[in-house]
């Protein structure tokens, strides 16, 4: 098969953990006999030093124009950096949001795995993590409160902010397909999650999941209420598979699952759309602190692309193969800093791509 990606490395580290994806993405078409060819593009710090903007209307066309875009990160140090001192619709962070904007990438899925070996970074008690977890979170990404309408006034007199929750349930249906047709691809269950005892949005969500589920009998649909599903994240993370939400319940509900693994430069992440097409970039920021030192871990960049083989590519055994290699350099021991431990050996940025692309 022969695939067109769009490269944004990006700024910080995002240069540096792109190059290892990209290594790995190689030992993939190598040894299965694909083709990828790459169209390197600018957005974030780098193109505002480049173009004066973080994102052009022609990088919004070449990234249209491929059949995926893997992403490193944007933006710097948000104290020092010039770009900080722009207006906000020219700083860094102002290219991404307009990018997922213009690829109408309204499903965010963020995997949190915990490996056997990195148990001693999580957070949680031993009996909870010795049995390991793997679920990935989908958040609607277009909708819901951080879209609605809001505005500030006097009432009578005290002043008061009012912000709008609206969902559709076209919005919601296109989520629910999508958090199915990936729960396919995994352990086959569905958590769903809302605050129906509350919120009529959420009543919808509930009564829409339901009608989809409908669709996909080998899936187990369960509904949960959001304030029990953040106590249920630290106190029995394996019950979960796929879990959908709404766009401010996923934003807390993935930052936690996140940060019961422990470790940041582990997770990838996917922005879809109702095509094939969607976005791959590591959970994690830019990195400024340790940027330019071949020391980030590139893992995360390196299971984006593992994501995009699957997710838009329906290349299933060959994410299996980069999945599997990331598994192995693990077990056998070694490890950025960000993930070192006691008896491992330490490897810089560049190495552990080399050993990752060498087990593909
Ligand atoms: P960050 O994720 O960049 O860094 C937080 C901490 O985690 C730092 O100590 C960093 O060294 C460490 N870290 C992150 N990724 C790592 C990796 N792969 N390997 C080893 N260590 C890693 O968050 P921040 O410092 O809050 O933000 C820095 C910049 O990144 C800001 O400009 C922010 O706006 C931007 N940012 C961009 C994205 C994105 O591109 N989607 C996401 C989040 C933050």
Avoid at 107 to 135: H, Q, T, W
Avoid at 139 to 164: C, H, N, Q, S, W
Avoid at 334 to 344: N, P, V
Wanted: proline share 4%; net charge negative; hydrophobic share 40%.
């Amino acid at each position: 098969m022969t695939k067109n990606i769009a490269v944004i490395r990006g700024d910080g580290i995002g240069p540096e953990i792109v190059n290892e994806a990209i290594k790995v993405l190689d030992a993939v078409a190598k040894k299965f006999g694909h083709t990828f060819h790459y169209t390197d593009l600018l957005m974030g710090g780098c193109s505002i030093d480049a173009n004066g903007e973080p994102l052009t209307d022609e990088t919004i066309a070449a990234c249209k124009a491929s059949d995926a875009v893997l992403m490193g990160s944007i933006g710097g140090n948000t104290t020092t950096s010039p770009w900080y001192k722009l207006p906000a619709h020219l700083r860094p962070e102002a290219g991404l949001l307009k990018l997922r904007k213009s690829l109408g990438l309204f499903a965010n899925l963020r995997p949190s795995v915990l490996y056997p070996e990195l148990r001693g970074a999580c957070p949680l008690r031993e009996d909870i993590s010795e049995k390991g977890f793997d679920m990935l979170i989908m958040r609607e990404l277009t909708g819901g409160l951080y879209f609605g309408d809001r505005k500030t006034e006097p009432v009578d007199g005290v002043m008061t902010a009012i912000d709008t929750l609206k969902y559709d349930e076209n919005e919601i249906r296109r989520i629910a397909v999508k958090a199915f047709e990936v729960a396919m691809k995994r352990n086959k269950k569905v958590t769903s999650v809302d605050k129906a005892n509350v919120l009529d949005t959420s009543r919808l969500w509930r009564k829409i999941v339901t009608e989809v589920a409908a669709d996909y009998p080998e899936v187990t649909l369960e509904h949960a209420l959001v304030d029990s599903t953040a106590m249920q994240l630290v106190r029995n993370p394996s019950q979960f598979d796929v879990m959908v939400t709404e766009n401010m319940f996923g934003d807390i509900l993935s930052d936690e699952a996140a940060m019961v693994t422990g470790s940041l430069g582990m997770l990838p992440s996917a922005s879809l759309n109702e095509t094939k097409f969607g976005l791959y970039e590591p959970s994690g920021g830019s990195a400024p602190d340790i940027a330019g030192k071949n020391i980030a871990n590139p893992i995360a960049a390196i299971l984006s692309g593992a994501m995009m083989l699957r997710y838009s590519f329906d290349m299933n055994e060959e994410a299996d193969a980069v999945e599997n290699a990331v598994k192995k350099v693990l077990a056998e021991g070694f490890a950025t800093g960000d993930i070192m431990r006691d008896g491992c050996k330490q490897v810089l940025c560049d190495e552990m791509g080399s050993l990752i692309a060498e087990r593909v």
